[in-house]
């Protein structure tokens, strides 16, 4: 007998032993949460988008200052560009042309730091509602929560409302 025929018969055996074991173990209590859903519904992910944009809100409105700013010198280009002297008209091109590269650039760093900022609150958040998660789990007498990769569940073992409630006293709380 060759090595993979004993390697084969081996793990037959071992499977075929383990059985009842996997089927006593499946007999306990299974639960299934919504992540996106939790992300999505729970009061601390209103909380930190409020605080986020709270947060960036000024520099938006630097932008859109700036945005206002390139478009009434556009407007002055173009109403007034007859009567300007070739010396004015370049020197009002070449600001306009600056003022578009800074806008550019500034709308490109306020991307980058808003989906950084985002990133880190969403981390904040994954941790709390795993630690929810976690809480309602061990009080309902869970041994398994799944949250990601799930292709059927039921309703009998769909605890989101459960972990969403537990989300909201705790928010209310100040946890």
Do not use: H
Not at 43 to 64: G, L, N, W, Y
């Amino acid at each position: 007998m060759n090595f993979s025929r004993i390697f084969a018969v081996a793990s037959t055996v071992l499977v075929l032993a383990l059985a009842p074991l996997a089927s006593a173990t499946a007999a306990g209590k299974i639960g299934f949460v919504d992540l996106p859903r939790l992300l999505q519904d729970s009061p601390q992910r209103q909380d930190a988008s409020t605080r986020v944009e709270k947060e960036f809100t000024p520099r938006k409105q630097e932008i859109q200052t700036l945005t206002t700013k390139a478009q009434a010198l556009d407007a002055e280009l173009k109403r007034n560009a007859e009567s300007m002297s070739t010396a004015q008209l370049k020197q009002k091109e070449r600001q306009l042309v600056s003022l578009q590269r800074e806008i550019k650039r500034e709308e490109q760093y306020f991307k980058e730091d808003l989906s950084l900022r985002n990133n880190e609150e969403l981390v904040e958040l994954q941790k709390v509602i795993f630690k929810t998660i976690e809480k309602v789990a061990k009080r309902e007498g869970y041994d398994m929560v799944f949250a990601e990769g799930i292709a059927y569940y039921s309703d009998k073992v769909n605890i989101t409302d459960l972990v969403l409630e537990q989300l909201k006293k705790d928010f209310k709380s100040g946890k």
